[in-house]
């Protein structure tokens, strides 16, 4: 046990009164080294440099601390290079390099940064970060699960919020739903160096997002962002990530089997557990120091501020727009069109020209098809329109006659695709002579119907004795069920027998 564990131990539980599972947790040792620790009345001798033996390395200190003097950060290789070295006065050293970097420990111990405990008065910050808390399958794909939390600085209240993302709406979405959860906004808040929040930098060179600066400016709050790899800078919510992570979630596996249990759990698991637990620090319940803390918080203003992410995309020529790995629906007579997109937590909405023209569930799936049925029956619509209109440029492509016969047809109560659609199968049976002589027929007598057409054609291929073509059924169901003897193959033997046998 090292001097410096001692000493810490013995602070953490005298001083700051923390339970030894507690001080276990928090400097990573085994509880056995913390009793051992609270029993001892002295510090532990370091028994590595205590020992009498001499060494190789012994004749060479002063000449390695005259080295580190002069040179204090020499790596322990460039020292032994230094002292191998033989001249007039010393023999180079044979030894090892452990003993030489054990005594430069020693001599040289690892600079540490001291933290300075901080005190925040009431309302005057909160600290915001993710916890990453395994992985949840959603129909037909698995997806990560974040936890949002948010922690008062002076009454430990916290927030909890699960999340299948990271990205920039939820971090802004979350952090509003947490502020109206405190009912208001303290002066400043404390946030990790992450994308969402941070352009480029850290800590006061740290360039803040604009979209970020201006949440934080309509709640009047001043954005600190951390310094990089620095997690002791905003403690309080690094401790209750960890909270979540061995308490909330350890050994829920039978309760977490949808993603709907996750929200349940974390309204049940904040007012119930954490929030109502005796604080090992000040031994009040955050809940009760909230109740000091909230009068000092700033009051949220009348207008909310808007999280949902908003995308401009263009619409594909299937109608159907793609988002967060979904495919959703929009109105056919859109395709090829730019569109914006409006992403709450349960909804998505779309708008052309500022009119919201659809809106669907969000699908936390991967690779779905969210359909609206109106916009099926639109599309469906636009083909048959589009399938009415090649009829007719084909019949029309037929000749003169064909073109005065359709605009007849267009003046009577008629579907006229029905009329057209009828003669084009005719012109496919009996040719385009039989078919425009018969339509010459019909235009001589005024006559706009397509079986009057179908009768003249028939009537003039009886007068020349032609045969009806011969038309082909579509293959029939029961011609399936027949049972036929299989084949004999010896009754084909003698084909392959020579002409004298």
């Not at 922690?151 to 909890?160: A, P």
């Not at 359909?371 to 029956?377: A, F, P, Y």
């Not at 037929?398 to 009828?422: C, D, M, N, W």
Request: hydrophobic share 35%; proline share 4%.
């Amino acid at each position: 046990m090292r001097v410096s564990q001692w000493a810490e131990i013995r602070r953490l539980f005298e001083i700051e009164k923390f339970s030894k599972r507690a001080i276990a947790e928090r400097l990573n040792c085994s509880r056995k080294t913390v009793d051992q620790a609270i029993e001892l009345d002295e510090a532990p001798s370091n028994k590595r440099y205590s020992k009498t033996r001499p060494t190789k390395l012994d004749q060479y200190k002063p000449r390695i601390q005259a080295i580190i003097q002069e040179y204090p950060q020499l790596s322990a290789v460039r020292v032994m290079e230094k002292i191998s070295k033989s001249d007039g006065q010393f023999q180079g050293y044979t030894g090892g390099i452990s003993q030489l970097k054990a005594y430069l420990r020693s001599i040289r111990p690892a600079k540490g940064r001291v933290y300075q405990d901080v005190t925040y008065a009431s309302g005057e910050a909160i600290q915001i970060d993710w916890g990453d808390v395994g992985s949840i399958k959603i129909q037909n794909t698995v997806r990560r699960i974040s936890v949002f939390v948010a922690v008062l600085c002076y009454s430990r209240m916290c927030y909890i919020e699960f999340t299948l993302s990271q990205r920039k709406s939820e971090f802004y979405r979350c952090t509003v739903n947490a502020l109206k959860f405190f009912g208001g906004s303290p002066k400043k808040i404390i946030f990790d160096n992450l994308k969402a929040a941070v352009i480029s930098g850290s800590g006061r060179t740290a360039v803040i997002h604009p979209e970020f600066l201006a949440l934080c400016g309509h709640h009047c709050m001043e954005p600190i962002a951390c310094t990089a790899r620095d997690p002791e800078s905003k403690g309080m919510v690094e401790n209750t990530v960890r909270y979540v992570k061995h308490n909330a979630l350890q050994g829920r596996d039978e309760e977490l089997q949808n993603w709907n249990d996750y929200g349940y759990l974390a309204i049940q698991w904040r007012d119930a557990v954490a929030n109502v637990r005796l604080h090992e620090r000040f031994h009040q319940r955050p809940v009760d120091r909230f109740e000091v803390e909230k009068p000092a918080l700033r009051a949220l203003p009348a207008l909310e501020f808007s999280t949902d992410e908003v995308i401009l995309t263009e619409v594909r020529p299937i109608a159907r727009i793609e988002f967060d790995g979904n495919r959703y629906s929009v109105p056919p007579k859109l395709a090829r069109k730019t569109v914006l997109l409006r992403a709450d937590a349960t909804q998505l909405r779309i708008f052309y020209q500022g009119e919201q023209v659809a809106a669907h569930a969000r699908c936390y799936g991967r690779r779905e098809l969210i359909v609206d049925t109106q916009h099926q029956l639109e599309a469906f619509q636009m083909r048959r329109k589009v399938s009415a209109s090649e009829i007719e440029k084909s019949f029309g492509a037929i000749g003169e006659e064909a073109r005065e016969f359709y605009l007849q047809l267009t003046k009577l109560p008629v579907r006229t695709s029905v009329h057209l659609k009828r003669i084009m199968e005719l012109l496919r049976l009996y040719g385009r002579e039989s078919v425009v002589s018969a339509i010459k027929t019909a235009l001589q007598y005024q006559t706009f119907d397509a079986a009057y057409v179908e009768t003249l054609v028939h009537q003039d291929r009886r007068k020349r004795s032609l045969p009806s073509p011969t038309v082909v059924q579509p293959k029939r169901k029961e011609l399936n069920d027949l049972e036929l003897d299989a084949p004999d193959l010896s009754r084909y033997d003698r084909f392959t027998k020579d002409q004298d046998e």
